[in-house]
C-alpha cells in the first residue's frame, strides 16, 4: 500500500502560480512512477502530466504543456508540479497518483490515489 496526500492547492489569478506537492508513504518511493490528474466540475478526470520512477522521463498534457512541471524528490517522497501563467480552464481538483512500474497517462492504471487538492484560478 501507498499512500499520497497533496498540498498546496488555492485561489490564483490568472497568470499567477502554484506549486502543488504530493508526499507518499509506506512503500519505496522509487519504485512508483507518478501523475497527477485533474477534475473539474461536470467533467470526466484528465491526465495533467507523468513522471518516472528515476524521474529521467515525464510527459504532459498537450493543454498544460509548457506551463507546468512535474518533478520529484525521491530522498523526500515527494512529487511536485509547477503550475505557471494559470488560466481559469486550470480550474479543478488535483489529484496525486501512484503506480508500481512505467509512466502511462491512463488514470484506471493508477492504483494509488490521494484525496485532492482544490485548485482556482480567477479571471
Known amino acids: 500500500q501507498v499512500q499520497v496526500v497533496e498540498s498546496g492547492g488555492g485561489l490564483v489569478q490568472a497568470g499567477g502560480s502554484l506549486r502543488l506537492s504530493c508526499a507518499a508513504s509506506?512503500?519505496?518511493?522509487?519504485?512508483?512512477?507518478m501523475g497527477w490528474f485533474r477534475q473539474a466540475p461536470g467533467k470526466e478526470r484528465e491526465f495533467v502530466a507523468t513522471i518516472s520512477r528515476s524521474g529521467g522521463s515525464t510527459y504532459y498534457a498537450d493543454s498544460v504543456k509548457g506551463r507546468f512541471t512535474i518533478s520529484r524528490d525521491n530522498a523526500k517522497n515527494t512529487v511536485y508540479l509547477q503550475m505557471n501563467s494559470l488560466k481559469p480552464e486550470d480550474t479543478a481538483v488535483y489529484y496525486c497518483?501512484?503506480?508500481?512500474?512505467?509512466?502511462?497517462?491512463?488514470?484506471?492504471?493508477?492504483?494509488?490515489w490521494g484525496q485532492g487538492t482544490q485548485v482556482t484560478v480567477s479571471s
Open positions: 497518483a501512484a503506480r508500481s512500474g512505467s509512466v502511462v497517462v491512463s488514470a484506471r492504471n493508477y492504483d494509488y
Open positions: 509506506g512503500r519505496t518511493f522509487s519504485d512508483y512512477a
